[in-house]
């Protein structure tokens, strides 16, 4: 008789977690349907069932249309540049943070630590503006006519989408806490033995922070493949624009919505494949790092 109660409460708890999930499944599923038919057709069926009615639909007309009415392959070209960078940079730059913060000693450490606890709670759209000020008065040497020169701006180009956005409190947490895990045995042998300080982060201390090194990729994945105020803000010439500034620029110039689902669905479906294919990892990240 006691089990009766239990039972009730785990069929209770997956109703209500299924019924979560169809609503925040829905969207996406409304979207990509929606990319099939034509804007009348979307509008038109208000219907539950008839929603899933493609048989009078578009087919794959609202796909080309955007490909032929937007450069969408140099916007889905400067996304991967600009997340595979942010990805690789990320990791490392956060990694060798934390392990810093960690093991070295320097004096005002522990005040650093604090102050990046500090900066877990200020938002982004309270820092962008002074951070684009800045980058209008940084170096960067571009080749043009034949020659190297120096030009003293990061506007309208892909680099200014990637470095600014590179070091992150939440990351540097995340691999601080896993660090700490780590016992100083395995370090301290390396030394022992003639191992750098180098070869003993990246031979000893990455290989074993795997899970969080995963979480750290696949959300700054989700980060910089979503990326909108910041380039929308240093990126303005057409040959720099990631998708979503670039669907943004599209949805000024079309009122088709079947379009715009369209251009929608091309830039969900990546993000979807990659966290469907490593969402274990990011909770076995996010857990072990808490654990720890």
């Known amino acids: 008789m006691t089990n009766k109660p239990l039972k009730?409460?785990?069929?209770?708890?997956?109703?209500?977690?299924?019924?979560?999930?169809?609503?925040?499944?829905?969207?996406?599923?409304?979207?990509?349907?929606?990319?099939?038919?034509?804007e009348s057709q979307i509008?038109?069926?208000?219907?539950?069932?008839?929603?899933?009615?493609?048989?009078?639909?578009?087919?794959?007309?609202?796909?080309?249309?955007?490909?032929?009415?937007?450069?969408?392959?140099?916007?889905?070209?400067?996304?991967?540049?600009?997340?595979?960078?942010?990805?690789?940079?990320?990791?490392?730059?956060?990694?060798?943070?934390?392990?810093s913060l960690l093991r070295f000693p320097w004096v005002g450490k522990q005040s650093v630590?604090?102050?990046?606890?500090?900066?877990?709670?200020?938002?982004?759209?309270a820092v962008v503006l002074p951070l684009v000020f800045i980058v209008t008065q940084l170096p960067w040497i571009e080749y043009q006519n034949g020659s190297w020169s120096m030009v003293y701006s990061w506007f309208n180009s892909l680099h200014v989408q990637i470095i600014p956005e590179l070091a992150n409190p939440f990351f540097i947490f995340l691999f601080y806490q896993y660090f700490k895990g780590i016992p100083?045995?395995?370090e301290e042998a390396a030394l022992i033995d003639g191992a750098s300080i180098w070869k003993t982060f990246f031979s000893i201390v990455m290989p074993m922070a795997k899970p969080v090194i995963a979480?750290?990729?696949?959300?700054?994945?989700?980060?910089?493949?979503?990326?909108?105020?910041l380039p929308v803000l240093v990126?303005?010439?057409?040959?720099?624009?990631?998708?979503?500034?670039g669907m943004q620029q599209f949805f000024s110039h079309s009122v088709d919505w079947g379009a715009v689902m369209a251009y929608a669905s091309m830039t969900s479906i990546p993000v979807l494949i990659v966290f469907f294919a490593l969402h274990k990892f990011l909770v076995d990240g996010v857990k072990a790092g808490v654990k720890r």
């Open 8 to 38: 009730l409460a785990k069929y209770i708890h997956r109703v209500l977690l299924l019924l979560i999930s169809a609503v925040f499944v829905f969207p996406i599923v409304f979207v990509f349907i929606a990319s099939f038919k034509s």
């Open 43 to 99: 509008f038109s069926d208000a219907g539950l069932l008839a929603m899933f009615d493609l048989t009078q639909g578009v087919g794959l007309e609202n796909y080309t249309n955007v490909i032929e009415q937007t450069p969408f392959l140099t916007y889905l070209t400067n996304s991967i540049i600009i997340t595979l960078f942010s990805v690789v940079l990320s990791t490392l730059v956060n990694a060798m943070a934390a392990y």
């Open 113 to 125: 630590l604090v102050l990046l606890l500090a900066l877990l709670i200020v938002p982004f759209e």
């Open 184 to 186: 100083k045995d395995y």
């Open 215 to 229: 979480t750290v990729a696949i959300l700054t994945f989700l980060r910089s493949w979503n990326a909108y105020l």
């Open 235 to 245: 990126a303005n010439a057409q040959d720099v624009r990631p998708l979503m500034t």
